[in-house]
């Protein structure tokens, strides 16, 4: 089974340091990973994903990578912003059409 | 659009009363439909998903049950409501097997 670990749960920093968001998943066998963003009592914006040929995305000052064969991925977060404040999600598919196995996120407090 | 409806958007219910919760998509046709569960302390949880009318398959065994009736509908619902099935409730699709865009979600309480 396929388990999806966050690290840290929770992180707190200053408006404008770079931070970077940690992901691991036990079974390399996996069809993509993405990152999602969720604001309390919201539901989720999907971020970035990452295919599992591709080593990384960008999206402005969002850049995921992906590690497969170490089954680990880092969302890194340049020039930190008080709107960057949410819940940041990281969930892998196993296969094209398959739900999505999720972990349990890391709250992030971006502090002005 | 990838627009995805939820309702009603919060929703307090007494314990064994019934529960109907709606999801309805706009966009392209025959979607991947999925509902989820994210309870307090936990991630989230995948209770249903369909590829068709009338096709669900079932994740986790509980006291929920899910319907399609049309090609966008998606119905999550139960008979008997339990205090464990207090949760945030979101609907999702899938997209050509990939992003799913996820529902603004229904906060329900059962108290």
């Known amino acids: 089974k396929q388990e999806v670990t966050q690290i840290p749960a929770a992180l707190s920093v200053p408006e404008g340091e770079n931070l970077v968001l940690n992901c691991s998943f036990t079974d390399s066998a996996i069809y993509n990973l993405q990152w999602f963003r969720q604001d309390p009592g919201k539901g989720l914006t999907s971020l970035l994903l990452i295919q599992s040929s591709q080593r990384e995305q960008t999206s402005g000052r969002l850049n995921a990578s992906l590690d497969k064969s170490s089954g680990r991925s880092t969302l890194y977060i340049a020039a930190s912003q008080p709107g960057d404040s949410a819940t940041y999600l990281c969930?892998?598919?196993?296969?094209?059409?398959?739900?999505?196995?999720f972990g349990k996120g890391t709250s992030l407090l971006v502090t002005p | 659009s990838q627009t995805i409806h939820q309702w009603p958007a919060t929703l307090v219910q007494p314990v064994g009363s019934p529960l109907s919760l709606e999801c309805t998509v706009e966009?392209?046709?025959?979607?991947?439909l999925y509902w989820y569960r994210q309870a307090a302390g936990r991630g989230l949880q995948l209770l249903f998903y369909s590829v068709g009318i009338g096709q669900i398959s079932s994740e986790v065994p509980q006291n929920l049950s899910a319907s399609r009736p049309q090609d966008r509908q998606f119905i999550l619902s139960s008979k008997k409501l339990l205090l464990s099935d207090s949760g945030f409730y979101l609907c999702?699709?899938?997209?050509?097997?990939?992003?799913?865009?996820f529902g603004p979600g229904t906060r329900l309480t059962v108290l």
């Open positions: 999702a699709r899938g997209v050509g097997g990939d992003t799913q865009y």
């Open positions: 966009g392209t046709s025959n979607p991947n």
């Open positions: 969930a892998v598919s196993p296969n094209s059409g398959y739900a999505l196995n």
